[in-house]
C-alpha cells in the first residue's frame, strides 16, 4: 500500500499511478521511496510482464519534482542523502522488463524524465512536455540532460533544456520522443493494447533486445555489433527460440516460458 502511488496488477501489467493530482502528481521525497519500493516489487514479481506509468487527475502526468520541497535545509541534505543511496532512476532504468510511460497534460521535470527512463511514450492530445529547470535556477538532475539527446535530435534537446519550454504532443512525436499520440480517453486502452502486444511477444528475446539497445547506445559501434552477437547468441539457444520456430512451422501461437 503506498500514499502516493497507486499500485495495481491486471493481466501481466503493472499500473503504477503517480497520484497526488492535487498538486499535478508532483514527485515528492514521499513518492520517490514508494517509485522506489514499487520499482523493486515490479522488478521481483514474476507475474508482471510489462510496466506502464501514469499520472491521476485530469491535468497531468506529472508537474515534475515537488518545489515545495525544495530550499528547506533538512530537505535539500535528505534529498541529497536519498539520491545519493538510492539512483532511483538509474534503478528504473536497469529493469529489464518493458515500460510504457503513458503521459498527458502537464510532463514536466523529473515527469519527463520518469518516462525518459520507459522503453516506449504513449501521449495524450493534450500533452506538453518540457524540462523547466533553467526557469528556477536549476538543471534537470533526474537524468534528463543525459537521456533527452539519447531520445531526440541533440540540438533539439538542446533548446529545450536551454529554454525550459515545454513542447507539444504534434512536436513531441515529430521527434520521436513519443512513439504515438491518441486522443486522452483512449489513452490508457491504447498502453494496455502496446502491452499485450509485447507480453505476446518471447519475454526473454524482449530483455536481451532491450538490453542490446540500452547499452549498445553507450558504446562506439563495433562494440556494440559485439554485444548484439553476444546475446544473439543466448537468444538463439534458448527454449523461447526453440518454440518460437516451432509454433511458426506449425502455424499455431508460441507458448514462451521466458528462458
Ligand atoms: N511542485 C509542487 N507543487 C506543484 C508543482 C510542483 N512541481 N506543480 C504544480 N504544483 C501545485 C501548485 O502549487 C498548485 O497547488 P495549489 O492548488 O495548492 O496552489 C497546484 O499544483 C496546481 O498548479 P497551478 O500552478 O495552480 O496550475 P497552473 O495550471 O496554473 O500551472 C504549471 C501549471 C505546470 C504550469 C505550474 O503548476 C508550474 O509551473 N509548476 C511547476 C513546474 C516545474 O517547474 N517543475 C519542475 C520542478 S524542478
Not at 534503478?91 to 503513458?102: G, K, M, R
Amino acid at each position: 500500500m503506498f500514499d502516493t502511488l497507486l499500485y495495481e496488477k491486471q493481466d501481466g501489467i503493472a499500473w503504477i499511478t503517480l497520484n497526488r493530482p492535487d498538486v499535478l502528481n508532483a514527485i515528492n521525497m514521499r513518492m520517490r521511496d514508494e517509485l522506489w519500493d514499487a520499482a523493486h516489487a515490479v522488478r521481483d514479481d514474476p507475474d508482471v510482464r510489462v510496466v506502464i506509468f501514469k499520472g491521476a487527475g485530469e491535468r497531468a502526468f506529472s508537474a515534475g519534482a515537488d518545489i515545495s520541497e525544495f530550499g528547506t535545509a533538512p530537505s535539500y541534505v535528505e534529498s541529497r542523502r536519498a539520491r545519493r543511496q538510492r539512483d532511483l532512476w538509474g534503478f528504473i532504468l536497469s529493469l529489464e522488463l518493458p515500460l510504457i510511460a503513458a503521459v498527458h497534460g502537464h510532463t514536466l521535470g523529473a515527469g519527463i524524465e520518469l518516462s525518459m527512463c520507459c522503453d516506449l511514450r504513449i501521449a495524450s492530445e493534450d500533452a506538453r512536455l518540457g524540462l523547466p529547470e533553467v526557469s528556477l535556477g536549476y538543471i534537470p538532475s533526474a537524468g534528463g540532460t543525459q537521456t533527452l539527446p539519447r531520445h531526440i535530435p541533440p540540438g533539439v534537446a538542446m533548446q529545450m533544456i536551454l529554454t525550459g519550454d515545454p513542447i507539444d504532443a504534434a512536436t513531441a512525436l515529430r521527434y520521436g520522443l513519443i512513439q504515438r499520440v491518441v486522443p486522452r480517453e483512449r489513452l490508457y486502452k491504447e498502453a494496455e493494447s502496446l502491452a499485450h502486444t509485447l507480453m505476446s511477444r518471447g519475454p526473454l528475446a524482449l530483455r536481451l533486445a532491450k538490453r542490446a539497445v540500452l547499452e549498445g547506445l553507450d558504446l562506439p559501434l563495433a562494440q556494440g555489433l559485439a554485444l548484439e552477437r553476444r546475446l544473439a547468441r543466448r537468444a538463439l539457444a534458448s527454449a523461447d527460440a526453440r518454440e518460437g520456430l516451432a509454433a511458426t512451422a506449425a502455424g499455431r501461437e508460441p507458448r514462451f516460458v521466458g528462458a
